[in-house]
């Protein structure tokens, strides 16, 4: 991915977060956000797969977070916000996960960012 | 009667947080200092003020609330509300004092007059929304009391530009119906253009941010009828919580003066503050 920034709402651009999305990844956000208490992020640092299964995720959402696959979460329904929580406790932050959804490395990102645009409404259709 | 004595609109982030305790103890970074620096009239502009209550809407971002139950406007009526624990930790700052008199008094009114029918929530704890700002705006203790009102963003469908605008409208009658001579200030916290998901991660629309701040005292209807595709497009689907902003403009009148405008772009997120006093 360049830095091109498209002026559309699209995947892999964008992901709305709809109700739809919210159905499919309801165990997935349910688990990142059971990460808000440190006791639980104790437990799920201690044995991820214990701590994912007793959550109640499919195998394919556990490789998903086995494997740090942040774009894939997001498509999974996971809520970005509920991904966050899984990323800083494992110690990583928002850049990565924007990293991987923009298809860069974490340093290459940050020194694009912020990525300007300028565009009023109506414009750059 | 209480009385609107102003508004302020404010954007947040985590990281803004974060870089504010960073700063405090290290000094501030460069891409942060002139957002640290702008804002700094703010401070002072709020204690000259010197408010009796604060009516903040601003949105959670899952701290508080999970999709067991997420409503789309709720309103929290405690003594006091503790900080959110978002998965880091907590920052060292006390609880938000809260007014439940005044909570409830805005309940009755919006939810029997106004026609909005707010989730009361009696425990709320609050994350970056609003603790995010507060520590540079107002320093401890933190003795005017608040009423917090939360606004969903993080799941669509959400609220329409005009729907908070008329919420707006609704809070302003409800506090000039509150039987006290408390002065009080209505806060709008969230946007500007920013996208934290996607390959469109980081876009930064300065232009449009500074078309927003500059509309939104005396051509605030422009910017209502913008549909939010419009300003989730160009600003990133999180400039969808500018909505936030109408909240506060709509609880004003037209009679007032812009006192105060900074912005700036930090790292991914657009930064914007705005501040107007009543002239009545």
Same mark, same amino acid.
């Given at each position: 991915?360049?830095?091109?920034?498209?002026?559309n709402l699209d995947p892999p651009g964008?992901?709305?977060?709809?109700?739809?999305?919210?159905?499919?990844?309801?165990?997935?956000?349910?688990?990142?956000?059971?990460?808000?208490?440190?006791?639980?992020?104790?437990?799920?640092?201690?044995?991820?797969?214990?701590?994912?299964?007793?959550?109640?995720?499919?195998?394919?959402?556990?490789?998903?977070?086995?494997?740090?696959?942040?774009?894939?979460?997001?498509?999974?329904?996971?809520?970005?916000?509920?991904?966050?929580?899984?990323?800083?406790?494992?110690?990583?932050?928002?850049?990565?996960?924007?990293?991987?959804?923009?298809?860069?490395?974490?340093?290459?990102?940050?020194?694009?960012?912020?990525?300007?645009?300028?565009?009023?409404?109506?414009?750059?259709? | 009667?209480?009385?609107?004595?102003?508004?302020?609109?404010?954007?947040?982030?985590?990281?803004?947080?974060?870089?504010?305790?960073?700063?405090?103890?290290?000094?501030?970074?460069?891409?942060?200092? %002139?957002?640290?620096?702008?804002?700094?009239?703010?401070?002072?502009?709020?204690?000259?003020?010197?408010?009796?209550?604060?009516?903040?809407?601003?949105?959670?971002?899952?701290?508080?609330?999970?999709?067991?139950?997420?409503?789309?406007? @709720?309103?929290?009526?405690? %003594?006091?509300?503790?900080?959110?624990?978002?998965?880091?930790?907590?920052?060292?700052? %006390?609880?938000?004092?809260?007014?439940?008199?005044?909570?409830?008094?805005?309940?009755?009114?919006?939810?029997?007059?106004?026609?909005?029918?707010?989730?009361?929530?009696?425990?709320? @704890?609050?994350?970056?929304?609003?603790?995010?700002?507060?520590?540079?705006?107002?320093?401890?203790?933190?003795?005017? %009391?608040?009423?917090?009102?939360?606004?969903?963003?993080?799941?669509?469908?959400?609220?329409?530009?005009?729907?908070?605008?008329?919420?707006?409208?609704?809070?302003?009658?409800?506090?000039?119906?509150?039987?006290?001579?408390?002065?009080?200030?209505?806060v709008a916290t969230g946007g500007m253009?920013?996208?934290?998901?996607?390959?469109?991660?980081?876009?930064?629309?300065?232009?449009?941010?500074?078309?927003?701040?500059?509309?939104?005292?005396?051509?605030?209807?422009e910017l209502v009828d913008l549909p939010?595709?419009?300003?989730?497009?160009?600003?990133?689907?999180?400039?969808?919580?500018?909505?936030?902003?109408?909240?506060?403009?709509?609880?004003?009148?037209?009679?007032?003066?812009?006192?105060?405008?900074?912005?700036?772009?930090?790292?991914?997120?657009?930064?914007?503050?705005? @501040?107007?006093?009543?002239?009545?």
């Amino acid at each position: 991915m360049s830095n091109s920034i498209p002026f559309n709402l699209d995947p892999p651009g964008t992901y709305i977060y709809t109700g739809e999305m919210a159905t499919k990844g309801y165990k997935l956000t349910r688990f990142g956000l059971s990460l808000r208490r440190p006791d639980n992020r104790e437990k799920f640092l201690a044995d991820e797969d214990a701590y994912m299964r007793a959550a109640g995720l499919s195998d394919e959402e556990i490789a998903l977070v086995k494997a740090r696959d942040w774009t894939g979460l997001l498509q999974a329904g996971g809520h970005l916000q509920a991904m966050l929580k899984v990323a800083a406790t494992l110690g990583q932050n928002l850049w990565h996960i924007g990293a991987h959804n923009a298809e860069m490395e974490v340093e290459e990102l940050m020194r694009l960012c912020p990525r300007k645009v300028n565009a009023l409404p109506g414009g750059e259709d | 009667m209480a009385k609107i004595i102003g508004g302020f609109a404010i954007s947040h982030t985590p990281s803004m947080g974060m870089e504010y305790d960073k700063g405090m103890a290290n000094g501030f970074s460069p891409h942060w200092q %002139p957002w640290f620096d702008g804002t700094r009239p703010m401070k002072d502009w709020l204690a000259r003020m010197n408010p009796d209550r604060m009516v903040i809407v601003y949105n959670d971002h899952l701290n508080h609330f999970d999709f067991d139950a997420y409503p789309t406007l @709720a309103i929290g009526i405690a %003594p006091e509300f503790r900080q959110a624990d978002e998965g880091w930790g907590l920052r060292p700052f %006390p609880s938000l004092v809260g007014d439940v008199d005044l909570g409830w008094h805005l309940t009755n009114k919006l939810v029997r007059d106004g026609g909005f029918d707010l989730t009361v929530c009696q425990d709320l @704890a609050i994350d970056h929304g609003i603790y995010s700002w507060m520590p540079y705006l107002k320093d401890t203790p933190w003795d005017t %009391p608040i009423v917090p009102i939360a606004i969903n963003m993080v799941r669509h469908p959400i609220p329409t530009s005009q729907r908070l605008y008329n919420f707006g409208k609704s809070i302003r009658a409800a506090i000039e119906s509150f039987p006290s001579d408390e002065r009080i200030l209505v806060v709008a916290t969230g946007g500007m253009s920013h996208q934290i998901s996607g390959a469109r991660f980081g876009i930064a629309n300065e232009k449009l941010d500074r078309y927003f701040l500059s509309k939104l005292k005396s051509y605030v209807q422009e910017l209502v009828d913008l549909p939010q595709e419009e300003l989730m497009r160009l600003g990133g689907t999180e400039a969808a919580e500018l909505a936030i902003w109408f909240a506060m403009r709509g609880a004003l009148t037209d009679n007032i003066d812009e006192v105060y405008s900074y912005y700036t772009f930090p790292a991914i997120t657009g930064c914007g503050v705005i @501040a107007f006093e009543e002239k009545g």
